[in-house]
């Protein structure tokens, strides 16, 4: 049985473009997978903490050493990374805020990637993700038109993303990208059109 942990982060309930798109990436992941699973974590949903100095200590203290309030510090974490290696597949779902992912998505991967869990250092410097043989799938929505135009050096969120789940071993297979949102002209079409994407993902394996 195939399980995709799905990671919805926008903060928009209603109209999420991000949120829609990933609802069509669930529906065919189902399709394809009929026995699957999945784990959802709403990131808008439940606050994500921002990691603590007795956070950041209890990741660097053995085990057996931890003290009560450390243990505390690391629940979510925990939880968090628990569900990571449970999934197959990764389904990230995130607008453009500010030129980057939203805060509460930044503040997960603060809790995840975290040493001798999600990734460990070599004795000669290199760092290896621990969370191999697992595959994200990315659904990037951004007011604005990034690509191929002079704002596309100030996009840090494909980068970003792409960057921080490689550090832990994970490999990114799809990136569905959503732009000009913000804008009413063509946006149905430009939807509809990454959605047919997505489609055309599962095409194969559905049939």
């Known amino acids: 049985m195939k399980i995709l942990l799905r990671i919805d982060c926008s903060s928009r309930k209603d109209g999420s ?18 026995n699957g699973k999945i784990i959802y974590r709403d990131l808008a949903a439940f606050e994500v903490p921002h990691i603590s100095n007795d956070t950041i200590e209890a990741f660097y ?3 057996n ?18 569900e ?33 869990k999600t990734f460990s250092t070599q004795d000669n410097g290199t760092i290896v993700g621990m969370l191999a043989q697992k595959v994200a799938h990315l659904v990037l ?4 038109f990034y690509e191929n135009t ?9 980068p970003y993303l792409e960057a921080i789940l490689q550090f832990i071993g994970i490999s990114v297979r799809n990136v569905f990208s959503l ?29």
Request: a negative charge; charged letters at 25%; hydrophobic letters at 35%.
């Open 141 to 144: 929505v951004k007011g604005g």
């Open 150 to 158: 002079v704002l596309e050096p100030f996009d840090f969120q494909k």
């Open 61 to 63: 203290t053995p085990e």
């Open 179 to 207: 732009e000009g949102t913000s804008t009413s002209e063509g946006n149905d079409k430009r939807f509809d059109s990454i959605q047919t994407k997505i489609q055309e993902t599962f095409k194969y394996i559905i049939q």
């Open 17 to 34: 473009h991000s949120r829609k798109l990933a609802d069509v990436f669930e529906k065919n992941w189902k399709l394809a997978n009929e």
């Open 84 to 116: 990571l290696y449970a999934a197959d597949e990764i389904l990230i779902s995130s607008p453009l805020y500010n030129l980057n992912v939203p805060s509460s998505l930044k503040a997960y991967f603060d809790q995840v990637v975290r040493p001798n």
């Open 65 to 82: 050493n931890l003290t009560l309030k450390q243990k505390e510090a690391l629940l979510i974490s925990d939880e968090f990374i628990n």
